[in-house]
């Protein structure tokens, strides 16, 4: 049996059939244009890409050399810190992944991690660039307790003797260690602190949000490792949340937390990034806070310690503006030190390879792309 199909066009008028062509020809047409432009886009973005290792190899080298110049000026130039904020020994231990270890953890790395008197990732595996421990504890957020709870063994059992604070925070959060200093002067050795950013739910005190960051001194970490972890019940050594499970446990043991919010009633620790903290806060981490949080210029302390939820192209912005742009008048400069002149600009020759950067694609295949060791 034949199947006959009928002609769709066969009973169209040709005036309706004519237009229907051209429609369609002036689509094609359309379509061709935005292909011929996608390929004229993915031409530039290649050149781009061909010739941005020098391109990362300058920046990489700009960071190396900060760090270094940031190792002296910790230990000749903090004239305007106090003897005994200049002196603390402050070891960072930053929870990551290792799928973090050459992004978050390299920016890091690169950035505050750098003024911290020892800094140390927790990660299962080693690596070959960045100082780690590793803790035999399973990956994952329903391990956060068990992770921070063998690292703080092992830190009461390797480093209690060797520094006086021990701060705690994850891959993507920076924290401005001048600030930090001066905060932690505050307090004497012999009394077990607790600081952060507070929150007030499930326990009697509250407890610190780990995202922000929280420091405890080394009485406090004698007190939770000896009266804490080695009495059987007294604290939570596994869970998922670890803020929460460890607030409780200082709290047993009664074991403070101190204020950090400044004297004009702004918070120093900040458990998301710049923006909320500036614009304002939606949903339901409202709840958990000990006290509103001030939007606009009060949001933040002058002297803020931590913001949260920072990419690490964030991480060199932040970097970048806070330790390496000046205000003439409000910092000083070398007499001698010309910064302007008068000269007459001129536009320079254009090189045989030079390729237009446009914003839309340096900081993306920059950070994207890039791995800074």
Avoid at 124 to 145: A, F, I, N, W
Avoid at 224 to 231: A, D, K, L, M, P
Avoid at 253 to 280: C, M, N, W
Avoid at 341 to 365: C, G, Q, R, S, Y
Wanted: glycine content about 6%; aromatic content about 14%; charged content about 25%.
């Amino acid at each position: 049996m034949m199947i006959r199909c009928k002609n769709p066009l066969r009973d169209l008028p040709q005036s309706k059939i004519g237009g229907l062509l051209a429609s369609f020809i002036f689509i094609f047409l359309i379509y061709k244009g935005f292909l011929e432009e996608d390929n004229k886009e993915t031409f530039n973005v290649s050149a781009f890409v061909s010739q941005s290792h020098e391109y990362l190899e300058i920046v990489k080298r700009f960071f190396l050399n900060i760090k270094q110049r940031d190792k002296i000026y910790l230990d000749r130039e903090k004239s305007y810190l106090d003897e005994k904020a200049r002196k603390l020994r402050i070891l960072c231990y930053t929870m990551t992944v290792p799928a973090n270890m050459q992004t978050k953890a390299v920016a890091v790395n690169n950035t505050w991690g750098a003024r911290c008197t020892k800094l140390i990732f927790v990660t299962p595996e080693p690596s070959s660039t960045l100082y780690t421990m590793q803790v035999d504890v399973k990956e994952g957020r329903s391990y956060l307790t068990d992770k921070t709870v063998k690292t703080l063994i092992a830190l009461y059992k390797t480093y209690r003797n060797d520094y006086d604070w021990f701060f705690k925070c994850d891959d993507d959060v920076f924290i401005i260690m001048e600030n930090l200093r001066l905060l932690l002067a505050k307090h004497e050795s012999h009394v077990p602190v607790y600081l952060g950013h507070q929150f007030r739910l499930l326990t009697k005190q509250g407890y610190l949000s780990g995202g922000a960051g929280y420091a405890i001194n080394r009485k406090a970490l004698d007190m939770i490792n000896e009266e804490g972890f080695q009495v059987s019940g007294k604290c939570e050594i596994s869970g998922k949340d670890e803020d929460l499970d460890i607030g409780r446990c200082f709290g047993n043991l009664g074991v403070k937390i101190y204020s950090t919010v400044d004297t004009q009633g702004r918070q120093a620790f900040h458990p998301f990034g710049f923006e909320r903290a500036f614009y304002g806060h939606k949903g339901g981490e409202i709840y958990y806070v000990s006290r509103p949080y001030n939007t606009g210029p009060d949001c933040c302390s002058e002297f803020t310690v931590s913001f949260h939820y920072v990419t690490p192209e964030e991480m060199y912005l932040m970097e970048f503006l806070l330790y390496h742009t000046r205000i003439y008048g409000r910092h000083s400069v070398a007499k001698d030190k010309e910064i302007f002149t008068n000269k007459e600009a001129v536009i320079p020759d254009k090189a045989p390879n030079e390729v237009l950067l446009t914003p839309k694609f340096i900081w993306h295949h920059l950070f994207r792309y890039s791995r800074f060791e």
